[in-house]
């Protein structure tokens, strides 16, 4: 006899692997400056629902890897918490939120692509758009026609053509810039600049130094949108400096006031407004008020319309933590920028008191708007670091021969005097953080040279009022970078240094740590550094950086003087691109020619030369586009989950409509797919081909009509309308009657198994008519597809089917106790707000009514309403209805067949829901296949008395949204 034992091979091992990265272009392909994207939980559930693994994607470079035992087909789910990532739509390297795959070795590719709308770009070569200046008075002086705002391309070079958006007598002087996707517009706030005077307030006949102004590029269109002299005095911006004429001032060589300007001298950035940015989803303008050093928060919505002043909010720039400074009074704020959620603002301590260049410092802090404050330092440096020569004509920084001072370009205190009386090259580097931009992310500073706002161009200093001294203004502004780590620390580069990459700049002295990263930030950048008539600075603070390239575009002076070799390449102001691995110059362009040499009296140099000649900068990059789906699969448990091992339905025919005409019937078909051999299908522009214009009601034009030319413009995208309710619909005869759904019952919808908040990613929502009926042509499933905002796809629209139609809800009937109800019909629950707007504070009270759709009455139905927490239960509760926490449940002793019974309970939202925000309240019949969830719009309503903008009601069992007098502006806020 022999013995033995039997060793069970062990299973192999199922390695998956992927990556989730920011799909910046949300085409679903991974590209090289596509970044990879930390922080997402990637979790395998195998067929039993068991969870079988989590791996979470590396902060580093996005990518995860998840060991699992070989079982079969697992679900992958991903999810996130960072509320400003939206799933990307489907491609080859991206597929969605729910993805299935057989887990046998190594599985590699499993990606997922997340997309910020904000960060989205419709095209690869965009309009820039940037402010310039023009001396004197812009109402009407001699340069009142001349342009303060250009458009150009982003390929643009040498001196390529610059279309015209606004005039000195339209917009005046202004630098803080946005651009606001969802109306086509640039915003552009009033800024303080001596030499140029402000734009017109609302009359048309005097200036304002609060005004914000609103282009829109495709249709030329330009006017005041708001005046912030006109709002509660806690706003004002200051008065306007500027000489009231041309001669009313004391006599002078020149007898013209705006030459010497003297009272706005020593107001320049403390007083009008300084950067302005528009929020990521749009809805807000932010701007800083130099005068008061707060910013604001102005809620505008997609329509860019103008609120009521008590909706705005106010936050002070003083005192925030980690601002060190010798005097609260020199804490002088200006930059704005906006990144993932957060909004940043950018600040100086300027010395102006101490007067000692070591006090010098910037500050970069950050806030969340949806907490409404809560301002962190994120970044502070001293600024007394070693700089080039802001004029150079030989080896050295020349000695002035006027005041003996050097033109070196290194950061001076802000002073009240002038620095280089009867001085024909006037330099004096007062620093001004000015803008801030993002590469990826890194942080990407724009400095400006307060001094080149104070000086001019041939123009006399402003207490010399007897002398014939002209004098170049010359500005040095910088331009640097802090790269971020993994745990979220910034670090400012340091000698050439930053992120582990270092440029040409390293050791050149000429930035923080004795390097420059982007070094090629001069004027003749192909000289060496000890030879050559150079200016070492020739940033002017403005900046702009589209994410997925490779470069980083700011506004300059002499941008074409590389060797200046180029006829005539000096005092001009232009634009140059800077490449963010290298730091080197690529491209420039020219935007305005400036004379070296005055014109006699009485003309005047209309621009202003090396003196700060331009403003900020900003893209024209219109909405992302949206995309819907996304599963049809055979339930084969009829649980109403999609769960690994069951049959996906390729060659399902899936249509969409809308309601073109107004009248309330979804009913215009727009589009058709079907299923590919996975299941899956998407409504996205490559298929819809009627989307309507903007706003609804005219049909035959698939695109979304944002200025409302009637004409296709390069930034307004096609397909899917954003915030507009689609019905997706199985109706198509060709999937019955021997098609891809015969002989099919649709399984359970809304099921709620996991209770994490991603159920809907694995429900189905295919809504029947006749639920315990075969599916036909005339008894289809159909899903209320609400969109969401532009570039937020939703891949939550899933249809399952199972060979048997759904269990019946357990109501033994009379009689016969645990005996389930007979075939026949069902039950069906709603579930209705008495009013669908509504604001905190405000009772809603729910009607949930249960129709026994059957032949025999139900007794004992159990309904169960989870209560969000943005509600308080109001008691007192029905007598049938207890509560528990946030659970309401209600029990209908008996309800006759064909017939239905009623249960009303009373909330009330909470005073502290952020607004505006959707509540989204379900109810389910206990064990039974019917979920009912409803959803009321939480804003704040209007104070004028007007009507509100959106209403939501419910219509025939259908969700419908109603938009008042104009376009709708809803929202849900669940992620996919």
Not at 380 to 386: E, G, I, Q, R, V
């Amino acid at each position: 006899m022999s013995f033995g034992i039997y060793i069970q091979p062990a299973r192999a091992a199922c390695i998956i692997t992927g990556v989730a990265y920011r799909d910046y272009n949300d085409n679903g392909q991974q590209e090289a400056l596509e970044p990879g994207q930390g922080g997402v939980v990637v979790r395998a559930y195998d067929a039993a629902g068991g969870l079988a693994g989590t791996a979470t994607t590396a902060d580093a470079d996005g990518s995860y890897t998840l060991n699992l035992p070989s079982d079969g087909e697992v679900r992958l789910e991903f999810d996130w918490t960072a509320t400003f990532l939206y799933s990307a739509r489907f491609g080859a390297n991206s597929e969605t939120t729910i993805q299935f795959v057989e887990c046998a070795g190594a599985v590699p590719g499993l990606s997922l692509g997340l997309s910020q709308p904000a960060e989205y770009c419709h095209m690869n070569n965009p309009d820039l758009g940037t402010s310039c200046y023009t001396f004197e008075d812009q109402l009407r002086g001699p340069f009142s026609a001349s342009p303060t705002f250009i458009t150009f391309p982003y390929t643009a070079t040498g001196d390529a053509a610059h279309p015209v958006l606004a005039l000195a007598s339209q917009i005046g002087t202004t630098w803080g810039l946005g651009y606001h996707r969802a109306s086509d517009s640039f915003f552009v706030a009033s800024y303080l600049k001596r030499h140029t005077g402000f734009g017109p307030n609302a009359s048309g006949t005097a200036t304002t130094t609060g005004g914000i102004y609103r282009m829109r590029p495709s249709t030329g269109q330009v006017s005041l949108f708001l005046d912030l002299n006109t709002l509660p005095a806690a706003f004002n911006t200051g008065d306007d400096p500027h000489p009231a004429n041309t001669t009313d001032c004391p006599p002078n060589f020149f007898n013209n006031c705006w030459q010497y300007d003297t009272d706005t001298y020593n107001l320049v950035s403390k007083m009008s407004l300084g950067d302005l940015d528009v929020s990521e989803d749009d809805r807000s303008l932010y701007v800083v008020n130099l005068n008061t050093r707060e910013l604001l928060d102005i809620p505008i919505g997609y329509e860019a319309t103008v609120p009521p002043a008590s909706r705005i909010r106010r936050y002070s720039l003083t005192g925030l933590p980690g601002t060190v400074c010798s005097s609260s009074a020199d804490v002088r704020p200006f930059a704005l920028g906006v990144h993932d959620g957060r909004v940043y603002v950018g600040s100086v301590c300027s010395a102006e008191t101490s007067q000692d260049p070591d006090d010098l410092r910037a500050f970069v802090h950050s806030f969340d708007p949806l907490a409404g404050g809560g301002f962190r330092l994120e970044l502070s440096f001293p600024l007394n670091y070693p700089r080039g020569c802001a004029d150079q004509s030989d080896v050295n920084c020349p000695v002035n021969p006027f005041t003996g001072r050097s033109r070196s370009a290194v950061w001076n205190p802000w002073t009240p005097t002038w620095p280089n009386p009867d001085n024909e090259a006037t330099v004096n580097p007062e620093p001004l953080l000015t803008d801030i931009v993002f590469d990826n992310q890194d942080m990407v500073l724009g400095f400006r040279d307060r001094f080149g706002d104070r000086a001019g161009h041939q123009q006399p200093g402003p207490f010399d009022l007897g002398s014939g001294q002209l004098a170049n203004g010359i500005s040095s502004g910088d331009v640097l970078r802090a790269c971020r780590d993994i745990s979220g620390v910034w670090t400012l580069e340091n000698n050439g240094t930053c992120g582990g990459i270092t440029t040409g700049g390293a050791g050149n002295g000429e930035g923080p740590g004795g390097g420059e990263y982007y070094f090629h930030d001069r004027n003749n950048p192909n000289i060496p550094a000890d030879g050559g008539e150079r200016h070492d600075e020739i940033s002017l603070g403005g900046l702009v950086d589209i994410p997925g390239s490779a470069e980083m575009v700011m506004t300059v002076f002499d941008p074409l003087c590389e060797n200046c070799g180029f006829p005539d390449a000096l005092f001009d102001g232009g634009v140059t691109w800077l490449n963010n691995d290298t730091g080197t110059r690529f491209q420039s362009f020219r935007i305005f020619n400036g004379p070296s040499i005055p014109p006699p009296p009485p003309a005047f140099i209309e621009q202003f030369g090396k003196s700060n000649g331009l403003g900020d900068l900003e893209a024209v990059c219109g909405p992302a586009p949206l995309e819907i789906g996304n599963l049809v699969w055979e339930d084969l448990d009829l649980n109403g989950v999609q769960d690994p091992g069951e049959l996906k339905l390729a060659n399902v025919s899936l249509r969409l409509y809308m309601d073109t005409d107004g009248d309330d019937d979804v009913d215009t078909l727009v589009a058709q797919t079907v299923t590919d051999a996975d299941g899956e299908y998407y409504f996205n522009e490559q298929n819809i081909y009627f989307a309507g214009l903007f706003p609804p009601g005219t049909p035959g034009i698939n695109f979304v009509d944002i200025n409302g030319n009637g004409v296709r413009d390069d930034f307004e995208p096609i397909g899917l309308l954003p915030d507009t309710t689609y019905e997706v619909r199985l109706d198509d005869p060709a999937n019955y009657g021997g098609g891809p759904l015969t002989p099919y019952y649709t399984t359970r919808v809304n099921t709620r198994v996991i209770n994490d908040g991603n159920d809907d990613f694995r429900d189905s929502d295919g809504v029947n008519p006749r639920p315990r009926e075969l599916v036909t042509e005339t008894n289809f499933p159909v899903t209320v597809a609400v969109t969401r905002l532009y570039g937020d796809n939703d891949h939550t629209f899933d249809f399952g089917f199972a060979l048997q139609p759904p269990p019946v809800t357990s109501t033994p009937l009379p009689g016969t106790p645990g005996t389930p109800g007979a075939p026949g019909g069902s039950l069906g629950i709603s579930k209705v707000p008495d009013d669908p707007f509504a604001e905190p504070g405000k009772i809603v009270a729910w009607t949930i009514t249960v129709t026994n759709d059957t032949d025999t009455p139900a007794t004992n139905v159990v309904v169960e309403d989870r209560v969000p927490d943005e509600l308080e239960i109001v008691p007192p509760l029905p007598a049938n209805a207890t509560a528990i926490g946030q659970l309401v449940t209600v029990t209908f002793d008996l309800i006759p067949a064909r017939s239905s019974a009623s249960v009303t309970i009373t909330t009330r939202v909470r005073d502290d829901v952020a607004v505006p925000f959707i509540i989204i309240n379900p109810a389910a019949i206990v064990g039974g296949p019917s979920t009912e969830a409803n959803i009321i719009s939480v804003q704040r309503l209007p104070e004028t008395g007007e009507t509100p903008l959106v209403r939501w009601v419910i219509l025939g069992g259908a969700l419908v949204i109603l938009a008042v007098g104009g376009w709708l502006l809803a929202r849900r806020f669940n992620r996919v």
